[in-house]
């Protein structure tokens, strides 16, 4: 593949390592308070015995080490940054948005034979006037000469910007071919340090907790070796898919399938987790679905003890529909693909969470009485069947569409029109983004999120 230069991937870069080294310019205060605390517990004699030496070790063996290479890395790339942006400055010069060293080299073959074949036309309108030729015929061959120095000086100038193209790519290229190689890879280890050291916990004794489904491999990256289970333990988080499900999200990410094809078995990988947190309280729950008609006061005993048994587990739904989002969003290659967002948002696709049937039942998993979960009236009999649903599209459109917050909710709206047309729904039913009440602030919820989880 030949060189080639994108304004829009360049300025995208840039903002995208400035936004970054903000994050850690800001990991870095937060751990350094955290430093100078224990560093003050320590000297101060707050701690003593195997809660001092644990707290030691990890500071000298973590801490101290993570944080000194987060801000000499930091440094590195802020350093490279600096040196990118100066250089990729030459192509200011131009309009162009795209720079390819093939299409510029054969735009140039292509206007030295033009020129080639017009400085031969020259030459034989300059022989022609050198001989005995009537006088009208060399006014006209004089005309005819001048109208083709002029063709000449266009193909001399095109010439030239197209080789002063080339030049400001290759010698860019040459500027910019050293920098972030070895920098990001150790500025990405200690930022993941960083911020895996930030959702750690000391216990009353002095040991260092950190959730168990943390990623503790940038340790090994960062320091050449593993990181003693003496340092760190952990206990696992409900609020995250387990090992065993991880591991069939990965597999459906990294595989072949087509993003929403991706997106539906990873929802359906989700619904057995949670499913498995409760599978009694829901076989029983079904049974009686499938006995009642829904609303009978038989279904509604039945969503009323499903609900206190789910509002009893340790889990926020919100959690999991977060990280849900996340992997949908891990499936998108093309945020201005808005074809592929309407194929994940429509009626009964993987975002539309109220339509989806679980297993071979009737009805949806995400819209039962979760913890996170709104209730209508705070009815336990009656959780709320659109929120999570609203709560996803706003999450995942903020996260995999270049949008805003309005233009996500009037979709949602003109989309809830065309539904509701059917059930001849009447306008004055409609909030302003068109959408029914309350369905424009759950979207709006879950863009909240999808931004604060941004900045963490």
Same mark, same amino acid.
């Given at each position: 593949?030949?060189?080639?230069?994108?304004?829009?991937?360049?300025?995208?870069?840039?903002?995208?390592?400035?936004?970054?080294?903000?994050?850690?310019?800001?990991?870095?205060?937060?751990?350094?308070?955290?430093?100078?605390?224990?560093?003050?517990?320590?000297?101060?004699?707050?701690?003593?015995?195997?809660?001092?030496?644990?707290?030691?070790?990890?500071?000298?063996?973590?801490?101290?080490?993570?944080?000194?290479?987060? *801000?000499?890395?930091?440094?590195?790339?802020?350093?490279?940054?600096?040196?990118?942006?100066?250089?990729?400055?030459?192509?200011?010069?131009?309009?162009?948005?795209?720079?390819?060293?093939?299409?510029?080299?054969?735009?140039?073959?292509?206007?030295?034979?033009?020129?080639? #074949?017009?400085?031969?036309?020259?030459?034989?309108?300059?022989?022609?006037?050198?001989?005995?030729?009537?006088?009208?015929?060399?006014?006209?061959?004089?005309?005819?000469?001048?109208?083709?120095?002029?063709?000449?000086?266009?193909?001399?100038?095109?010439?030239?910007?197209?080789?002063?193209?080339?030049?400001?790519?290759?010698?860019?290229?040459?500027?910019?071919?050293?920098?972030?190689?070895?920098?990001?890879?150790?500025?990405?280890?200690?930022?993941?340090?960083?911020?895996?050291?930030?959702?750690?916990?000391?216990?009353?004794?002095?040991?260092?907790?950190?959730?168990?489904?943390?990623?503790?491999?940038?340790?090994?990256?960062?320091?050449?070796?593993?990181?003693?289970?003496?340092?760190?333990?952990?206990?696992?988080?409900?609020?995250?898919?387990?090992? *065993?499900?991880?591991?069939?999200?990965?597999?459906?990410?990294?595989?072949?399938?087509?993003?929403?094809?991706?997106?539906?078995?990873?929802?359906?990988?989700?619904?057995?987790?949670?499913?498995?947190?409760?599978?009694?309280?829901?076989?029983?729950?079904?049974?009686?679905?499938?006995?009642?008609?829904?609303?009978?006061?038989?279904?509604?005993?039945?969503?009323?003890?499903?609900?206190?048994?789910?509002?009893?587990?340790?889990?926020?739904?919100?959690?999991?529909?977060?990280?849900?989002?996340?992997?949908?969003?891990?499936?998108?290659?093309?945020? #201005?693909?808005?074809?592929?967002?309407?194929?994940?948002?429509?009626?009964?696709?993987?975002?539309?969470?109220?339509?989806?049937?679980?297993?071979?039942?009737?009805?949806?998993?995400?819209?039962?009485?979760?913890?996170?979960?709104?209730?209508?009236?705070?009815?336990?009999?009656?959780?709320?069947?659109?929120?999570?649903?609203?709560?996803?599209?706003?999450?995942?459109?903020?996260?995999?569409?270049? #949008?805003?917050?309005?233009?996500?909710?009037?979709?949602?709206?003109?989309?809830?029109?065309?539904?509701?047309?059917?059930?001849?729904?009447?306008?004055?039913?409609?909030?302003?983004?068109?959408?029914?009440?309350?369905?424009?602030?759950?979207?709006?919820?879950?863009?909240?999120?999808?931004?604060?989880?941004?900045?963490?």
């Amino acid at each position: 593949m030949g060189l080639k230069y994108s304004k829009t991937d360049g300025q995208l870069l840039t903002s995208a390592l400035e936004h970054n080294l903000s994050t850690a310019d800001q990991i870095v205060s937060d751990l350094q308070e955290g430093v100078s605390r224990l560093t003050t517990s320590l000297d101060n004699g707050e701690l003593s015995g195997k809660a001092y030496h644990a707290a030691n070790t990890l500071f000298k063996s973590i801490i101290e080490p993570t944080l000194s290479k987060l *801000k000499n890395a930091t440094g590195d790339v802020k350093n490279d940054l600096g040196q990118f942006k100066s250089a990729i400055t030459a192509f200011d010069h131009f309009n162009d948005p795209i720079y390819d060293k093939d299409e510029i080299t054969h735009a140039l073959e292509i206007k030295r034979q033009q020129l080639a #074949t017009v400085e031969n036309q020259i030459r034989f309108f300059n022989d022609m006037m050198a001989t005995g030729i009537a006088k009208n015929a060399v006014e006209n061959l004089f005309f005819e000469g001048k109208q083709l120095e002029s063709v000449q000086t266009h193909y001399e100038q095109e010439i030239q910007k197209l080789e002063d193209k080339l030049r400001i790519l290759e010698e860019t290229s040459w500027q910019t071919s050293g920098l972030f190689q070895d920098s990001l890879t150790v500025f990405q280890d200690a930022l993941k340090g960083a911020k895996a050291l930030r959702k750690g916990n000391f216990d009353s004794n002095g040991n260092f907790k950190v959730p168990s489904n943390s990623d503790m491999s940038w340790y090994k990256q960062m320091m050449g070796q593993e990181l003693g289970s003496s340092l760190v333990s952990g206990e696992r988080n409900p609020n995250t898919l387990p090992d *065993k499900y991880r591991e069939q999200v990965e597999q459906i990410k990294n595989s072949n399938l087509s993003e929403v094809e991706k997106a539906n078995k990873i929802t359906a990988i989700y619904e057995q987790y949670l499913y498995s947190l409760a599978p009694d309280a829901f076989d029983k729950y079904c049974e009686i679905r499938k006995l009642n008609k829904s609303g009978t006061p038989q279904v509604l005993k039945a969503e009323e003890e499903l609900t206190k048994h789910l509002q009893g587990l340790p889990v926020n739904i919100l959690d999991i529909v977060k990280q849900l989002g996340n992997d949908d969003i891990d499936c998108v290659d093309d945020p #201005t693909n808005y074809f592929l967002f309407i194929a994940m948002v429509n009626t009964k696709k993987p975002v539309d969470l109220k339509s989806r049937a679980f297993l071979n039942d009737t009805y949806s998993i995400w819209a039962r009485g979760w913890n996170g979960n709104p209730l209508d009236n705070n009815d336990l009999s009656k959780p709320s069947s659109d929120f999570l649903g609203n709560y996803l599209f706003g999450y995942y459109g903020a996260g995999s569409l270049y #949008t805003n917050d309005d233009i996500l909710k009037y979709g949602a709206g003109f989309a809830q029109q065309s539904s509701d047309a059917v059930h001849l729904k009447l306008l004055g039913d409609w909030n302003k983004y068109m959408d029914n009440f309350g369905d424009s602030e759950a979207i709006q919820d879950g863009i909240n999120a999808y931004k604060q989880n941004k900045k963490d």
